[in-house]
């Protein structure tokens, strides 16, 4: 499975912000598709997941309600909407999948198998 992470860029404060990430093949129903983001200098942490199914959707607890999650069954694709952005939002967006994840472990970077080369967000205030 390749992963492939766009439409990150340059957006002022307050604005809003839709990444995309294109999966290579169809997930099977039990996959998780995640967003995590990381900025210079600290750990990649989670922004999002949901269950390509659709029967679970998961969110950071510190952003809950300015992102969200969307799949594509049509396009194979994942999509993050970020809205009111923020200075502290800039960070490089990775898209990952994990066809065993369970629930209690979305959240877990190192949960996920496969990951994409990233797209980078920069807020400017």
């Known amino acids: 499975v390749q992963l492939q992470a766009s439409g990150g860029g340059l957006v002022q404060a307050g604005g809003s912000l839709k990444l995309s990430c294109a999966v290579s093949?169809?997930?099977?129903?039990?996959?998780?598709m995640g967003w995590f983001r990381q900025a210079p200098g600290k750990e990649r942490e989670f922004v999002a997941a949901?269950?390509?199914?659709?029967?679970?959707?998961w969110y950071s607890d510190s952003e809950k309600g300015r992102f969200t999650i969307t799949r594509d069954n049509a396009k194979n694709t994942v999509s993050l909407q970020i809205d009111s952005l923020k200075a502290e939002d800039t960070a490089v967006y990775f898209c990952?999948?994990?066809?065993?994840?369970?629930?209690?472990?979305?959240?877990?970077?190192?949960?996920?198998?496969?990951w994409g080369q990233g797209t980078q967000v920069t807020v400017s205030s």
């Open positions: 990952a999948a994990g066809a065993r994840i369970i629930n209690t472990s979305v959240r877990v970077a190192t949960a996920y198998d496969h």
């Open positions: 093949e169809r997930p099977v129903s039990r996959t998780v």
């Open positions: 949901m269950r390509w199914s659709g029967s679970g959707t």
